[in-house]
């Protein structure tokens, strides 16, 4: 997501709990073009590839949320989605030739075998994400599935997979291809069961349509069902809240997200920009704290800021579908890709215009541009580190500090004892004693995450996103 304003290093509390977003670090605004495109084979020469993931990345939906700044555009001319799957398969090609023959010249191997294994190279969970991969038809859909089992390798029966949808998508036959090449997770993006909620989110949908579409969800026997919600919406009240979340439990769903509402530039909600609104962040706030109650209270266990899972929720590996772990494979024109040392995708853009060159472009390419990485950001020890702090903090089980110590040579407070000083001198970390192994938020530093995230990006990172022209 688009990054907002940050806190400065050193200053007290944010003026502002709800500063960005942070489910990527670096975000892709700090990403820039690589002069030597380096090839993708050399890239991963030196990379595990026994537990990659993947990713593909279906970048159209049927209408864009007020929002959304996600890389999507709205709708597709006749023949796009074909282009676009045929370039899909083209860069699929690429990749996986680059990752065997990374694979053979780092072991002169043929691999370990087990589920998704081939030429040294196994997938552990896969992802189909955008924009809204159910916009394809079924036809498509079994397609895409083709490229990720056929082109990639990855057995797509034998990891967790875990799909985006919308309720306008979410039709029988694309529920049946998704179950029976066997998706573990369909995320629906709901936001809310109030029309006029939805409405004032330009997300135009009602409330019997999106009821519809999570019974046909459920007859398709998808194990886990995720619902989004959003609060902080314009009329949006505690009782029109609470009435959504039973209205989203009512349906047993194995998780629940709940968003805060940011507006961001050049998103259809564009509005509010010119200020602090702390009255917009004390219903945000507010909201948060409710649902979270709410949710608990209904046997529900909090992962992070956003993610509550059902207590009995099948589990979805080791990773749980997390697209932010090294040994990510992103397949599309918004997907990226991480290596040690290298993040990379494609260029970036939010506004339509913008994306729309981008996606012709994507699909105008010959197989071997998808051997090189052209756009990315290189990953120092210092990133590294902010990085791995970043993930496991924002979590509700929080960082192993051992695990940190092991891989990076000290412990936390050696490389961020100020940052970490902060937080504590705030209430936002849990005092479990001296010699605890587990650096963790208390509740209150998990409802400020949106703050946390942000203080922990690195000056250089900092300078890259804000020197980002905006597109």
């Not at 959304?68 to 045929?86: H, K, Q, S, V, W």
């Not at 990374?102 to 196994?122: E, I, N, Y």
């Not at 052209?374 to 089980?397: C, I, K, N, V, Y």
């Not at 412990?411 to 587990?438: K, N, Q, T, V, Y």
Request: aromatic share 8%; net charge negative; hydrophobic share 40%.
């Amino acid at each position: 997501m688009t990054a907002t304003a940050t806190a400065t290093p050193g200053t007290a509390t944010p003026a502002s709990p709800y500063q960005s977003y942070v489910y990527a670090y670096p975000h892709k605004t700090a990403y820039r073009p690589l002069p030597d495109r380096p090839p993708l084979r050399t890239l991963w020469a030196d990379e595990p590839k026994d537990a990659l993931s993947l990713y593909l990345h279906v970048p159209f939906c049927e209408v864009r949320c007020g929002f959304c700044n996600l890389f999507t555009r709205i709708g597709a001319p006749d023949g796009l989605t074909t282009a676009y799957l045929d370039a899909l398969d083209r860069q699929a090609s690429a990749v996986r030739e680059a990752l065997e023959s990374s694979a053979d010249s780092a072991d002169g191997q043929d691999g370990a075998g087990g589920a998704g294994a081939r030429g040294g190279v196994r997938f552990a969970t896969a992802a189909f994400g955008g924009g809204t991969p159910t916009f394809l038809t079924a036809a498509e859909l079994t397609r895409l599935c083709d490229i990720a089992e056929h082109r990639m390798g990855a057995d797509l029966r034998s990891v967790p997979l875990s799909v985006e949808a919308s309720p306008a998508t979410a039709t029988a036959d694309r529920l049946a291809v998704l179950a029976e090449r066997g998706a573990t997770r369909l995320s629906l993006g709901v936001q809310s069961f109030v029309d006029s909620e939805a409405r004032a989110a330009v997300r135009p949908q009602r409330r019997a349509d999106v009821e519809a579409a999570l019974a046909r969800v459920r007859e398709a026997r998808v194990p886990v069902l995720n619902i989004d919600l959003i609060y902080g919406i314009d009329g949006q009240t505690d009782a029109t809240w609470l009435h959504s979340l039973d209205a989203a439990l009512a349906w047993r769903p194995e998780e629940l997200y709940l968003y805060p509402l940011y507006v961001r530039p050049l998103t259809g909600l564009d509005r509010r920009r010119g200020g602090p609104d702390p009255a917009w962040d004390a219903q945000r706030l507010r909201l948060y704290r409710l649902g979270r109650d709410h949710l608990l209270a209904h046997g529900y266990t909090q992962q992070s800021m956003r993610m509550f899972r059902r207590a009995d929720a099948p589990p979805q590996g080791a990773d749980d579908y997390a697209c932010q772990t090294d040994g990510m494979i992103g397949l599309g024109c918004g997907a990226r890709s991480y290596t040690a040392g290298l993040h990379y995708s494609f260029d970036y853009a939010v506004g339509m215009h913008e994306i729309r060159g981008i996606i012709d472009d994507y699909v105008s390419r010959p197989a071997a541009d998808f051997a090189r990485a052209e756009h990315g950001r290189r990953m120092t020890a210092d990133e590294a580190r902010r990085r791995h702090l970043l993930q496991s903090l924002l979590q509700a089980e929080g960082l192993d500090a051992d695990d940190y110590r092991a891989r990076f040579g000290a412990g936390p407070a050696d490389h961020f004892g100020p940052e970490l000083d902060r937080f504590a001198e705030r209430g936002w970390l849990a005092d479990d004693g001296p010699g605890s192994p587990r650096l963790r938020l208390t509740p209150e530093g998990l409802a400020h995450s949106d703050a946390i995230g942000p203080e922990l990006f690195s000056p250089a990172v900092r300078a890259a996103m804000a020197s980002y022209e905006r597109k």
